[in-house]
């Protein structure tokens, strides 16, 4: 339904988003994961055409941003990241600038209205000014703007960030409700906040995709990647020769400590190197202390992706 | 244009909703008033180019303090992203903003309407032609220095600065008559030309001439198209 191809953001020097693509399916909800700066916000920017793009395309159905931005963005209903609103206004005053602005037409209103403020819980705040709100009211406010229209596709950028634990739990719920029946795409930093509501994760680093698949797919993936912890005494400098003498694995740390070193050693999903790592040990004059192959969490898999220099274009 | 009949509609019910709006509208009134009771007063004498000559001078200040706001408050809030997410382009935001402006500036006119009545019950000679002109002027006049607000407004996230920006061009279209004459010959004709109030002075002698229309209208929409293309390029 939403194709994202070769999108490209460039802000002056800086490369904020990097050659992505990926597809989202009709109905899917997409979590869309990476630290502060990953480039998140500017490529939403882009998919709801606030920002042109330096290269690529977002292409929705068979629309494109070039030439069908406003029928695009007819389509989507979106909550930026810092949930902007008209603070002057009553929560009824805004919703009905936005209904207008959304073209419902005016005998429609009233059932519209009615059928967001239920969806949203916003009856009891229907006549107060929106700076008087809570965080968690004016943030049902922007998800009552992103849903008013009854768009097809809804992008919601950090949608629970700032808000206290009750509220995100009240906030996700509603997500939840949404997703049953929208394409619902969710911007996060937080983990577990895309793995309780989302089918599908994509994570982005530096402005690059690192990671697509279902929760399940990103956790096999990463689990077959295996991570063997060889903890031992001896001239630690040798293990530099593992990879040489056993192709496949490769060091992805090395810890001198005072009395033993820790190193290690990676290798692909569908082999195990402990036999060979074990005989090239017996081969060495170190002692080993522990081995140990590790378990690997989504979290960890987010952690990895995204450290610093980390290997993460090999998933 | 629907659109920014909407936009417009929003601005003009904010200003009004804001102490502010009513605090800057009623030093309008407050002035013109004054201005214009003042020789009333001490020689006994008023007419209508009291009104002409002094409602310019005060749009100096009142047009950028009421333009300021309108698209700079938009872009510090964010709540421009949203606007422009919407199925709505930035040129009907930008003219949404500049009829709200323009709104305000009748609805101020409006209300100097009390000194003609003034006028006509001292029982002095009011030419209506000249009125309708006259006025139809600092109506396009103020259209002008609109879409010069809505630029200033369109160049900064803060409102103190856009108020800068659009009260020094403000004021540089509005100096450039008295520099004339200082001016060599063929470049005081030019400098002439491009003054507010060269054009202004005919429109409240009564002479509607289509080339002070064209003249202010050419200023509207050079200064909206710069806004708009501003608002466009995401720059700011
Ligand atoms: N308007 C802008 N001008 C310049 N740099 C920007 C702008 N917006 C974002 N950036 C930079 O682009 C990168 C990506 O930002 P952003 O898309 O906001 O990331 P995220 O939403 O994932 O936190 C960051 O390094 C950020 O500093
Ligand atoms: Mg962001």
Redesign the interface.
């Known amino acids: 339904m939403i194709q994202i191809l070769n999108l490209t953001k460039d802000y002056d020097s800086l490369r904020a988003v990097d050659q992505i693509n990926f597809n989202i399916n009709e109905g899917e909800i997409i979590g869309f994961l990476g630290p502060n700066g990953a480039g998140k916000s500017t490529t939403l920017k882009m998919m709801t055409s606030f920002l042109p793009p330096t290269d690529g395309n977002v292409i929705v159905d068979d629309l494109n941003i070039y030439d069908n931005s406003k029928e695009i963005r007819k389509l989507i209903g979106y909550l930026p990241e810092s949930n902007p609103l008209y603070m002057e206004m009553t929560v009824y005053e805004y919703l009905e600038f936005v209904s207008k602005a959304r073209e419902i037409p005016e005998s429609k209103f009233k059932s519209v209205l009615k059928k967001t403020i239920e969806k949203t819980g916003l009856a009891s705040v229907i006549s107060k000014p929106i700076s008087t709100l809570s965080k968690g009211y004016k943030q049902r406010v922007g998800l009552a703007q992103a849903i008013i229209h009854d768009p097809k596709i809804i992008i919601l950028d950090e949608p629970t960030s700032g808000l206290d634990p009750n509220q995100i739990v009240e906030i996700r719920e509603l997500i939840k409700e949404l997703g049953k029946e929208k394409t619902l795409i969710i911007s996060s930093h937080i983990l577990q906040e895309v793995q309780a509501v989302c089918d599908r994760i994509v994570i982005i680093n530096k402005g690059k995709i690192v990671a697509d698949g279902s929760t399940e797919e990103l956790k096999a993936g990463f689990k077959g990647r295996n991570r063997l912890h060889i903890n031992f005494i001896g001239n630690a400098n040798i293990v530099d020769e593992i990879p040489e003498k056993i192709p496949g694995t490769k060091i992805s740390s090395l810890e001198k400590k005072d009395m033993s070193s820790e190193v290690i050693v990676e290798y692909s999903s569908d082999s195990d190197f402990r036999p060979e790592i074990y005989q090239w040990i017996k081969s060495t004059d170190i002692i080993l202390l522990e081995m140990r192959r590790e378990h690997v969490s989504l979290e960890e898999v987010f952690h990895s992706l995204t450290l610093e220099g980390g290997d993460s274009n090999e998933i | 244009m629907r659109?920014s009949m909407?936009i417009a509609k929003?601005e003009i019910k904010?200003f009004f909703?804001?102490p502010a709006g009513y605090v800057t509208l009623a030093f309008f009134l407050i002035l013109t008033g004054w201005f214009f009771a003042n020789p009333l007063f001490l020689i006994g004498q008023a007419d209508l180019r009291t009104m002409f000559n002094v409602v310019p001078i005060i749009y100096i200040f009142f047009i950028p303090a009421i333009t300021m706001g309108l698209i700079s408050k938009e872009k510090s809030?964010?709540?421009?992203?949203?606007?422009?997410?919407?199925?709505?382009?930035d040129s009907e935001i930008v003219m949404g903003k500049f009829f709200a402006s323009v709104g305000i500036i009748a609805f101020g006119l409006l209300f100097t309407f009390v000194h003609l009545i003034t006028i006509l019950i001292l029982g002095k000679n009011v030419d209506f032609g000249q009125f309708i002109s006259g006025y139809f002027g600092l109506l396009l006049l103020g259209s002008v220095y609109s879409a010069i607000g809505i630029f200033g407004s369109s160049l900064s996230k803060n409102q103190i600065v856009s108020f800068l920006i659009s009260l020094i061009i403000v004021i540089f279209f509005y100096l450039i008559q008295q520099l004339v004459i200082f001016l060599p010959q063929f470049l005081s004709a030019f400098f002439q030309y491009i003054s507010t109030g060269y054009h202004f002075s005919n429109l409240s002698r009564g002479v509607i001439d289509t080339r002070d229309l064209i003249y202010f209208f050419s200023l509207i929409y050079g200064f909206l198209f710069l806004s708009t293309k501003i608002m466009e390029s995401?720059k700011w």
Do not use: Q, V
């Open positions: 659109y909407l929003k904010s909703d804001s809030s964010g709540t421009y992203e949203t606007l422009a997410t919407f199925p709505i382009n995401r």
